[in-house]
């Protein structure tokens, strides 16, 4: 008999965004000061609820026609499609805002499922995997192989990352103490999970 | 059934699957637990170091080694460790690596 808990899975609350380059910011409104690479930069939410995001910007081309190529370094959460966010130069190497129109391909992909079943038969322990508790590993090892199911989540912050780690180490000593049940992770409130996946 | 060990950490416990673990060593101030899996590597084991608030004594790890035995021979248990030389420790970090057999 299998022992296994449920994750509901969930993209209510949004998403982070991709951490890669990201096309299609609109620059008219943005004023080129040099070439170079900014520092990492905050994104800033015109419209919705997301946070947390962070980009670096590599500019080129010069005054007279710029290019302006977006990487997202921080992916942050709470981001949904049809959000407005915005880039504010910081005058180095440009100044004002490039904005932009989220899509669906700029957020991560969600588990395309409603639920996930994380088999508990080799589990260790569970640990997080950043200080924003947005990622929770749950270890397991077998012969030759040391992996860990990853829960990734929207809405962690270092204020509930304690409860979340708990929240998930109690749902996993629960499957492996009753056999004959599934229990459902019951994350902290404004928590929600979005993907779940066996990694290594 | 899971035999577990339990951790202190913030308002409540962690907890670490001891199923497999045949030695418990202090090593760097933290507690070492071997686990009959072979690991990456020909002729180690994985192995999990748990990291303590409080420096884990070599008289500590044995203490575990002890409480992991007992909790081997009572399936589905789940007891709680506190350093015998600091009972207020609570756990910061366990990690997964493969070690030499100690």
């Given at each position: 008999m299998a022992n296994q808990f449920i994750v509901n899975l969930s993209t209510a609350d949004g998403l982070p965004m991709k951490e890669a380059a990201l096309a299609?910011?609109?620059?008219?409104a943005a004023t080129w000061d040099a070439n170079g690479t900014t520092a990492i930069l905050d994104v800033t939410?015109?419209?919705?609820?997301?946070?947390g995001a962070k980009a670096e910007v590599e500019v080129t081309g010069g005054p007279g026609s710029p290019v302006y190529a977006v990487t997202i370094t921080e992916g942050g959460d709470g981001y949904k499609d049809g959000d407005e966010v915005a880039i504010l130069g910081d005058g180095d190497e440009f100044s004002d805002n490039l904005t932009l129109t989220l899509t669906s391909g700029a957020l991560v992909t969600p588990d395309s499922e409603a639920q996930a079943l994380v088999p508990v038969d080799y589990a260790l322990f569970v640990q997080l995997?950043?200080?924003?508790?947005?990622e929770v590993h749950m270890r397991q090892i077998q012969p030759e192989h040391n992996r860990y199911w990853k829960l990734s989540l929207n809405g962690g912050t270092s204020d509930n990352a304690e409860a979340i780690l708990l929240s998930v180490n109690n749902t996993m000593r629960e499957a492996m103490q009753a056999p004959h049940r599934n229990p459902v992770l019951v994350l902290p409130e404004g928590v929600t999970c979005y993907d779940v996946k066996l990694s290594s | 059934m899971a035999s577990l060990i339990e951790m202190k950490y913030g308002t409540g416990t962690l907890s670490l699957?001891?199923?497999?673990?045949?030695r418990v060593e202090e090593d760097s101030s933290n507690a070492i637990c071997y686990y009959n899996t072979p690991g990456a590597a020909a002729g180690e084991v994985w192995a999990v170091t748990i990291d303590m608030s409080e420096n884990v004594t070599a008289d500590d790890a044995a203490a575990l080694e002890l409480l992991v035995k007992r909790a081997q021979q009572a399936p589905g248990s789940k007891t709680l460790f506190e350093l015998?030389?600091?009972?207020d420790a609570t756990v910061d970090s366990m990690a997964v690596s493969d070690l030499a057999y100690p």
């Open positions: 299609g910011w609109d620059a008219t939410t015109v419209t919705g609820s997301g946070s995997a950043a200080s924003d508790a947005n | 699957n001891v199923d497999g673990v045949f015998p030389s600091n009972s």
